[in-house]
């Protein structure tokens, strides 16, 4: 596999075919972080299609020394989410959880009502809370490189976690409690 | 239902996301709509700030040229202020 550096490097030198390569390479990391942390599954699309164009545009001004380009295409995904968040004002709980599927088993009808109290306890975090869980936990990034993208030292991202768990925790068990 | 399982599920839920077929392709298309657009207008404010944002030396450039226009302008005020006292005095 071509590393992230030598496709970046043949589009400068004027390979615009080769952006292609990296589009494809971070369209579901970058579309799910959008999802996530907009809530919107609808216009997330349009918003890292603005990423990716965004990025294009910048790449003269990447540079490797300063972080990888994984994380710099994040910053850039984190960033218009924020504003996609603001402009477009969706409102933390304007769209409502996906509703639950009653077909199936009582099991999983109980799953189904704890996923949604999940879905709320994590649109009612913090804005900086909710991104720094959604970046560790359904990213799987490494808390250093969360740290690069939101600007702050680890200890804060480890903090923000933490109370972010907790909250969902906290959710969990009282859902948990009121089903049983 | 223990807590851990269900919150290890809405994990999993959550990391699963489709991708429209075309994604890509609309994303070049924008690329290349943006490429076009800069070759057909080379000298446009935004090919201006982008310059300057991406360019150190042009950033670099900017802030001299101010502090310079700045540097000159506090002179002339001086000067003015100066001759004025002068005059007057």
């Known amino acids: 596999m071509i590393e992230d550096t030598g496709i970046i490097r043949a589009v400068l030198e004027g390979d615009t075919e080769s952006f292609r390569l990296l589009v494809q390479r971070y369209q579901k990391p970058v579309i799910r ?63 409502p959880p996906e509703n639950p599927d009653f077909s199936g088993p009582a099991d999983s009808l109980i799953r189904d009502e704890l996923f949604i109290e999940l879905d709320r306890a994590l649109n009612s975090l913090n804005p900086g809370h909710k991104r720094a869980l959604v970046m560790a936990e359904f990213e799987n990034l490494p808390y ?33 409690g009121d089903i049983k | 239902m223990k807590d851990n399982e269900v919150y290890e599920s809405w994990i999993q839920k959550k990391r699963q996301i489709d991708v429209s077929q075309y994604f890509t392709d609309r994303v070049m298309k924008d690329v290349y709509q943006w490429r076009q657009s800069r070759k057909s207008s080379p000298f446009t404010i935004d090919r201006l700030i982008e310059l300057i944002s991406f360019h150190p030396l042009a950033k670099f450039g900017l802030v001299a040229a101010g502090a310079a226009t700045g540097i000159v302008r506090l002179i002339i005020i001086i000067n003015t202020i100066l001759s004025n006292g002068v005059i007057n005095g």
């Open chain 1, 33 to 95: 972080m959008i999802a996530n942390l907009i809530n919107d599954r609808h216009i997330c699309e349009d918003v890292a299609q603005e990423v990716f164009l965004a990025a294009y545009k910048k790449l003269p001004s990447f540079d490797p020394a300063r972080g990888g380009f994984s994380t710099w295409l994040f910053t850039i995904a984190r960033n218009k989410s924020i504003n996609a968040i603001k402009k477009r004002k969706i409102l933390s709980m304007s769209n």
């Open chain 1, 144 to 176: 250093e490189q969360i740290a690069q993208i939101e600007g702050v030292k680890i200890g804060t991202i480890k903090s923000r976690i933490n109370r972010a768990k907790h909250r969902l925790r906290s959710a969990l068990e009282g859902a948990n």
